[in-house]
């Protein structure tokens, strides 16, 4: 089903796209039937969710065994669950003790994270239609996470290696909106980039590795198989910040467990993952905007006979049809408005401004009755010109 790039594109994204995508392009005026098939086998919890999207599942049916199942006999709130599951994975598999080591590698989540427009100012501004990016953004709100990278980077030297510049280059430039881009650019700039097989020798600060590291080591009678979330990618990025003695700073949280579950215990600073959201703010992303102070001049034009004294709007959603710019509606729904005004002893009936109102309503009456004459005339033609075909 893809690259899913560490959050970018779930599964149940791709669902929802493939549905929707169903939906606009019939075939033989019948809409087509969409199935994913998993060669490798899904999980149940999975299977059922693409499901209920009305999508055929063919492939074999894994019992889910993950922390989540805990959690969920606990709890009917999915978002719940899953944040308490996030925290848990935060405290349990980063590792203690580490903030004497001045060298970090960079995990491509890490980067994602840190440049993302979500994690720089727009978690406030958008509400996405995408459960992931929704959730992302309102955790992001309760937990920032660029603080937090700040300042566990402060005082210490970043590295990473070659296939996760490559990587996180790769997918910037695919998924990414330009100020990601470009702060991609400026963040890649303090970062040292080493070849994947480096060690502690290639690195500017002293050769020698914390004790940490001894538990460890990578050696051929101790090593971890690609296959489930052990991936090919990400065992080159967390060996070599193995070899370079180097904490390294990951939401990859699946790996690190199921490293840990073979008996490998990566040095890791595990932070939650953000998605790369700029492009997804400007096709699916609900214009917010919050705590909006209304000017003293609001009502003027009106001709009211009050004028504001304070006014306050809670909440503005302004909803784009990005797909449909000309045909749909853009809806405004505005929450929480609290208005002061007082009268307003200046108001005066103008004639002149009263006439100019009503001859643009009539012009308006006008064009409408215009544009069905128009409308009619261009059926007529279509009419002669089907009756005169053979």
């Not at 060996?239 to 700073?249: E, L, N, S």
């Not at 215990?265 to 993952?273: R, T």
């Not at 009936?349 to 109102?357: G, H, T």
């Amino acid at each position: 089903m893809g690259d899913a790039s560490y959050g970018v594109r779930s599964v149940i994204d791709q669902a929802e796209d493939y549905i929707e995508s169903a939906r606009l392009y019939p075939c033989l005026f019948q809409i087509p039937k969409v199935v994913f098939v998993f060669i490798n086998g899904v999980g149940n919890n999975l299977a059922t969710k693409i499901e209920s999207f009305g999508i055929k599942v063919e492939g074999t049916r894994i019992t889910d065994v993950d922390i989540t199942e805990e959690i969920d006999e606990k709890s009917n709130e999915n978002s719940v669950q899953t944040e308490v599951t996030q925290n848990m994975n935060n405290l349990e598999l980063s590792t203690p003790n580490i903030s004497h080591i001045t060298k970090i590698n960079l995990d491509v989540s890490a980067m994602l994270a840190y440049v993302s427009s979500v994690t720089n100012g727009s978690a406030d501004m958008y509400e996405f239609s995408v459960h992931v990016l929704a959730q992302q953004a309102k955790w992001e709100r309760q937990r920032p996470q660029k603080p937090i990278l700040d300042s566990f980077f402060e005082g210490k030297k970043l590295y990473c290696c070659q296939t996760a510049k490559d990587n996180f280059i790769n997918i910037v430039n695919t998924v990414g909106g330009l100020n990601e881009k470009k702060r991609a650019e400026d963040f890649l700039k303090r970062i040292t980039v080493l070849p994947d097989n480096a060690t502690a020798e290639n690195t500017i600060e002293d050769s020698d590795k914390d004790e940490l590291f001894k538990n460890v080591q990578l050696t051929p009678e101790k090593s971890l198989s690609v296959g489930g979330k052990i991936r090919e990618r990400s065992l080159i990025i967390f060996t070599f910040g193995d070899r370079i003695g180097a904490v390294t700073v990951t939401a990859n949280d699946g790996f690190v467990r199921s490293a840990k579950q073979q008996g490998i215990d990566f040095v890791v600073f595990i932070h939650e993952s953000r998605a790369l959201t700029e492009q997804k703010e400007l096709t699916k992303g609900d214009v917010k905007l919050t705590n909006l102070v209304l000017k003293q001049s609001a009502l003027d034009d009106l001709d009211l006979p009050l004028q504001t004294v304070y006014g306050r709007i809670g909440k503005l959603v302004l909803k784009i049809p990005w797909k449909n710019l000309y045909g749909a509606a853009f809806v405004i729904n505005i929450e929480d408005i609290y208005l002061l005004a007082s009268p307003n002893q200046q108001v005066k009936f103008n004639a002149v401004k009263e006439s100019l109102k009503q001859f643009e309503a009539k012009k308006r009456e006008i064009l409408k009755v215009e544009l069905a004459k128009k409308q009619e005339a261009e059926k007529g033609k279509d009419l002669i010109c089907e009756n005169q075909t053979f």
